[in-house]
């Protein structure tokens, strides 16, 4: 078994929650509150800001330049494409540009990325995969799965959000991390593997508190903003 079916395999709790989240079926079936998708476009954007330069760092440490190409085909994707939806989207739904940047990460956007790029920056490329993997594979398997719900794909308001994701394009970035995950991985002692599990898993469980977070629209407490 490889490793990255073998933490697929063990995360499959947690994805199967995230999967089955309200805000993500909500999304599928287009019954998601408009105002809780505005509050997760938002917070998204400014994750992916940190993705994008935990991504740069992967240019960084890259051994070789097959490994440095394919992160900076991720980062371009991400600034380029992903990045462009969440913009797109902001402008459709009367957010201006001004307030998608000046938007306040809230606790859980902010616990994630910082997590995430704690990670990143321990210097190995392995430990920085491991930590951004969860967001491009499930994403992925996300916008398949509710691209088989009838209509979904063509529903007014979240029907390029799902396009987009179940896009051959965009899986092309979580298949990349995955095959260069399991190279470097092939034949490393278990309490490393075992690691790099752990760090799988929490981000893991950060993909799930992040769609719970949006769905419920948690941001700071008032009294402290």
Not at 1 to 19: E, G, L, N, Q, V
């Amino acid at each position: 078994m490889t490793f990255s079916k073998r933490i697929r395999k063990t995360a499959d709790p947690i994805w199967k929650a995230s999967h089955e989240h309200p805000f993500v079926q909500g999304i599928g079936r287009g019954t998601l509150d408009i105002e809780s998708f505005k509050f997760f476009m938002c917070q998204d954007y400014k994750y992916l800001i940190e993705y994008s330069r935990v991504m740069a760092m992967g240019t960084v440490l890259a051994p070789d330049l097959e490994t440095m190409s394919g992160f900076a085909k991720a980062l371009d994707d991400t600034l380029n494409m992903e990045m462009d939806l969440h913009r797109s989207y902001a402008e459709r739904l009367g957010i201006s540009s001004e307030n998608l940047e000046e938007t306040v990460p809230g606790p859980v956007t902010l616990a994630y990325s910082g997590y995430m790029m704690a990670e990143a920056q321990k210097g190995s490329i392995a430990e920085l995969i491991a930590a951004i993997l969860p967001c491009a594979w499930s994403y992925y398997e996300i916008g398949i799965e509710l691209a088989k719900i009838p209509g979904a794909t063509e529903h007014e308001q979240y029907g390029e959000w799902v396009r987009m994701y179940a896009s051959d394009e965009f899986g092309e970035i979580g298949d990349w991390l995955i095959r260069k995950l399991d190279e470097l991985t092939e034949g490393k002692p278990e309490a490393e593997l075992d690691r790099l599990e752990a760090i799988f898993l929490n981000t893991s469980r950060y993909e799930f508190m992040f769609w719970d977070m949006a769905y419920n629209r948690e941001g700071w407490p008032e009294e402290i903003v």
